[in-house]
């Protein structure tokens, strides 16, 4: 008679470690699903922003206005920025460029740009071929804009290169 009730609880106890292990399971599964949907990121959200320039001159200590950038040259740009043509000023533009000049590219610089705006800056690196325009990569921001990435096009058009000082800056920024 003993072994019948031993033999139950047996059974009771093994099928409750069963619903133990399999509620754990389900719990485990959930677990693992919750901590899957946080590892894949979101689509970053992108924004375009279009700035324009007023007032663009260039400077270099070894050259004068109008002569052409020889290999090796460095330069320092400025401008107002404008977030239309013709609008009022929302910023200023700097860049620091260093004239190229390989027989494999058609870079004719190498350009490191900052977007000085009233909400944060704008940092950026490319290069640019003379007289055509550039592409270039957003390395960050401030304020505003921080932890912002993307890409650019800049058409500059510099007084001391026979350009009427204006530019365009084609921005798509990425979070």
Aim: aromatic share 6%; no cysteine; charged share 15%.
């Amino acid at each position: 008679m003993e072994e019948p009730t031993s033999s139950a609880s047996s059974r009771r106890g093994l099928l409750g470690r069963g619903l133990v292990v399999a509620l754990g399971a389900v719990g485990l599964g959930a677990a693992r699903s919750e901590s899957a949907k946080a590892a894949i990121p979101a689509s970053p959200s992108t924004t375009t922003l279009r700035l324009y320039a007023r007032q663009l001159h260039l400077h270099s200590p070894s050259r004068v206005a109008g002569q052409v950038p020889e290999k090796g040259d460095r330069h320092t740009g400025y401008a107002q920025l404008l977030k239309r043509r013709g609008g009022q000023v929302a910023g200023h533009f700097t860049a620091a460029h260093l004239a190229l000049d390989s027989p494999f590219a058609h870079a004719g610089s190498l350009e490191i740009h900052t977007f000085h705006l009233d909400e944060g800056t704008i940092h950026g690196l490319g290069t640019a071929a003379r007289g055509a325009e550039g592409h270039f990569v957003v390395l960050g921001g401030t304020g505003r804009y921080a932890g912002v990435s993307g890409s650019y096009v800049a058409r500059l058009h510099p007084r001391e290169l026979g350009g009427n000082g204006t530019a365009e800056f084609h921005l798509t920024l990425a979070r």
